[in-house]
């Protein structure tokens, strides 16, 4: 069975860190374009980050630029999300999604697989 699964997502003050996960499984990453994506209560879904097959080309939305970073490591077949400084405006449920042989994750109507998504809750 093909599918992604986030992990990661917890409560975090204003200012902190931290790190999601997006596990593979039934495909091999490498060839895969990975894009998080994240749903606040009341908002229209947006595309955070994307990180294309093969990794040569990473993306960020201009509102978290210089604060999340996007890695993968193909040998645990796993995309990270690193998030710094964050803001309760960061406050969503985060997802992970993959498509094949894609150099953006965009429109998110064509990637593959998506996961359940993680909870991420940004307060003081």
């Known amino acids: 069975q093909l599918q992604v699964v986030e992990s990661g997502g917890d409560l975090v003050q204003p200012g902190g860190s931290l790190r999601l996960s997006c596990a593979a499984s039934?495909?091999?990453?490498?060839?895969?374009?990975i894009g998080w994506f994240r749903q606040a209560p009341g908002k229209e879904r947006e595309e955070v980050s994307c990180?294309?097959?093969?990794?040569?080309?990473?993306q960020y939305a201009d509102s978290v630029k210089g604060r999340f970073t996007i890695s993968r490591d193909i040998g645990k077949n796993t995309v990270y999300l690193q998030m710094n400084s964050l803001t309760p405006e960061d406050t969503a449920v985060y997802y992970c999604?993959?498509?094949?042989?894609?150099?953006?994750?965009?429109?998110?109507?064509?990637?593959?697989?998506w996961g359940k998504g993680t909870l991420v809750t940004v307060s003081s």
């Open positions: 039934g495909f091999t990453l490498e060839n895969y374009a």
């Open positions: 999604a993959a498509a094949l042989r894609r150099y953006v994750c965009y429109p998110p109507e064509s990637m593959d697989y």
């Open positions: 990180i294309s097959s093969g990794g040569f080309i990473s």
